[in-house]
């Protein structure tokens, strides 16, 4: 979707809730516009219950696993109100890691604090020819 289709949409939805304030009907100040759009962009975790917050505070101080403890710790502060570049700028980490861990949270929930398994890089060898000697002859799959 183009920016402009984007901001359109965004526009007319502050405007019908009163969020927006307009100067002439269908005057809308750039600036606001500019100023609301940013806030609608930012992206939070917003809905987390009362047992969630009690184990991603769980995780973040005693999980063994760094990484774990690092993403409990970046939902939780995205929870109260931080927005990405602020996590990215906190733990060092890139703006589109901030958005994975957050979006692991919305889909997988607790699980997405975990690793995900790694895929094995081991490639099958397959016998081709033995000669007779004893020596194999092994090739990659």
Same mark, same amino acid.
């Not at 809730?17 to 806030?39: A, D, F, M, R």
């Not at 994975?100 to 895929?119: M, S």
């Given at each position: 979707?183009?920016?402009?289709? !984007?901001?359109?949409?965004?526009?007319?939805?502050?405007? &019908?809730?009163?969020?927006? @304030?307009?100067?002439?009907?269908?005057?809308?100040? &750039?600036?606001?516009?500019?100023?609301?759009?940013?806030?609608? !962009?930012?992206?939070?975790?917003?809905?987390?219950? @009362?047992?969630?917050?009690?184990?991603?505070?769980?995780? #973040?101080?005693?999980?063994?696993?760094?990484?774990?403890?690092?993403?409990? &710790?970046?939902? %939780?502060?995205?929870?109260? +109100?931080?927005?990405?570049?602020?996590?990215?700028?906190?733990?060092?980490?890139?703006?589109?890691?901030?958005?994975? *861990?957050?979006?692991? *949270? $919305?889909?997988? +929930?607790?699980?997405?604090?975990?690793?995900? @398994?790694?895929? #094995?890089?081991?490639?099958? %060898?397959?016998?081709?020819?033995?000669?007779?000697?004893?020596?194999? $002859? !092994?090739?990659?799959?």
């Amino acid at each position: 979707m183009s920016s402009s289709i !984007l901001e359109t949409f965004y526009t007319l939805a502050l405007v &019908k809730s009163n969020h927006l @304030p307009v100067k002439n009907e269908g005057q809308i100040s &750039k600036e606001l516009l500019t100023i609301n759009l940013n806030v609608l !962009l930012m992206r939070y975790v917003r809905k987390i219950t @009362p047992e969630q917050v009690k184990h991603l505070r769980e995780v #973040s101080r005693h999980s063994r696993n760094y990484r774990e403890r690092e993403r409990a &710790k970046a939902i %939780l502060l995205s929870f109260k +109100g931080y927005n990405v570049t602020t996590l990215s700028d906190i733990f060092e980490v890139s703006r589109a890691t901030i958005t994975n *861990w957050l979006d692991a *949270w $919305e889909e997988r +929930g607790i699980h997405a604090l975990k690793d995900l @398994p790694k895929q #094995s890089h081991n490639v099958p %060898l397959v016998e081709v020819n033995n000669n007779g000697l004893g020596a194999k $002859e !092994l090739v990659y799959q």
